[in-house]
């Protein structure tokens, strides 16, 4: 609720809000319409729209795309004590939405721009929540969409459901049959192993 604080460390950090990202404990719903943004970006482009190697680069990358950050959410990052001495750099250039989604084989429309546009407001307050999401224009599609020449499900079910964007066969972390099983083996020894 309202003046009710919370644990900073919440997200994985490539879908994580500015607001979590500079130790703000007074947040809410947001957040995730943040996360929601990310996760429809990655699904049109196919890998993370900012992939940061740490909290200050993940900073950077977003206020690369969108803009400084709020006055607020600077003051939080200058009083935490987990960026003592740090700065966040400045951008030589800005790189926007569209930009990032220049040289995808589909190219970003309107409407899948407007959706992610809504999710990454900088002000947590200017956000959509997640009923007008639910509203959003990318979601008016023809009830009857052809889909490699069988109806759609939405038409085969009689209810209006937008095709989402799925993720590439490319993505590294693979990609999934429409049974849940792992459709393409990839190496993924970057990653560290949980298994004792």
């Not at 940061?52 to 977003?62: F, T």
């Not at 400084?68 to 935490?80: G, M």
């Not at 939405?97 to 407007?114: D, S």
């Not at 590439?168 to 190496?187: E, L, Y």
Request: hydrophobic share 30%; aromatic share 10%.
């Amino acid at each position: 609720g309202p003046g009710d604080e919370y644990t900073d460390y919440v997200a994985t950090r490539w879908y994580a809000s500015p607001e979590l990202l500079v130790g703000d404990t007074q947040y809410g719903p947001p957040v995730d319409v943040w996360a929601v943004g990310c996760v429809f970006a990655e699904m049109l482009k196919g890998i993370p729209l900012w992939p940061g190697r740490s909290d200050l680069d993940q900073l950077y990358l977003i206020i690369k795309s969108l803009g400084q950050l709020l006055p607020r959410h600077r003051e939080i990052f200058q009083q935490n004590s987990f960026f003592k001495g740090l700065k966040i750099p400045e951008p030589e250039h800005q790189e926007s939405l569209e930009e990032k989604f220049a040289y995808m084989r589909h190219p970003l429309t309107p409407k899948e721009l407007q959706f992610m546009q809504s999710c990454f407001k900088m002000d947590p307050v200017q956000r959509s929540t997640c009923e007008d999401l639910k509203r959003s224009d990318y979601f008016d599609r023809p009830m009857f969409e052809e889909t490699g020449g069988r109806r759609s499900n939405a038409a085969q079910g009689g209810r209006h459901r937008a095709q989402l964007p799925q993720l590439q066969s490319n993505h590294p972390f693979g990609a999934f049959g429409s049974d849940g099983r792992q459709a393409k083996q990839v190496k993924n020894s970057h990653l560290p192993s949980i298994l004792h």
